[in-house]
């Protein structure tokens, strides 16, 4: 997360190189917050998370959280998923 930092990046590259950082917006759409979880779920962190946990109510209580945090920030009325998001787009370029 703290690559979406401008204070983080500039403490990490400083005067080496220039920063250009821009916010962006992106909007998430599935078919079904159930689609984002099959989806999210094949590969990446929550693929990793998931193998991890043992217990199958650690396991339940974890995707119990995630739909209700897609419920938070959902805001389709027919069924599918549409997600407003906000990134930071960053371009480093080392300086000579």
Request: net charge negative; with cysteine.
């Given at each position: 997360?703290?690559?979406?930092?401008?204070?983080h990046?500039?403490?990490?590259f400083g005067?080496?190189?220039?920063?250009?950082?821009?916010?962006?917006?992106?909007?998430?759409?599935?078919k079904s917050?159930e689609?984002?979880?099959?989806?999210?779920?094949?590969?990446?962190?929550?693929?990793k998370?998931?193998?991890?946990?043992?217990?199958?109510?650690?396991?339940?209580?974890?995707?119990?959280?995630?739909?209700?945090?897609?419920?938070?920030?959902?805001?389709?009325?027919?069924?599918?998923?549409?997600?407003?998001?906000?990134?930071?787009e960053?371009?480093?370029?080392?300086?000579?």
């Amino acid at each position: 997360m703290l690559w979406g930092n401008r204070a983080h990046l500039d403490a990490l590259f400083g005067s080496r190189a220039t920063i250009v950082a821009e916010s962006r917006n992106f909007v998430f759409r599935y078919k079904s917050p159930e689609h984002w979880f099959e989806v999210f779920c094949s590969y990446g962190a929550l693929l990793k998370a998931f193998e991890e946990i043992d217990d199958p109510q650690a396991r339940a209580a974890l995707e119990a959280d995630l739909y209700a945090l897609l419920a938070d920030f959902n805001i389709a009325m027919d069924g599918t998923l549409v997600v407003p998001s906000e990134y930071l787009e960053v371009v480093i370029t080392k300086r000579r």
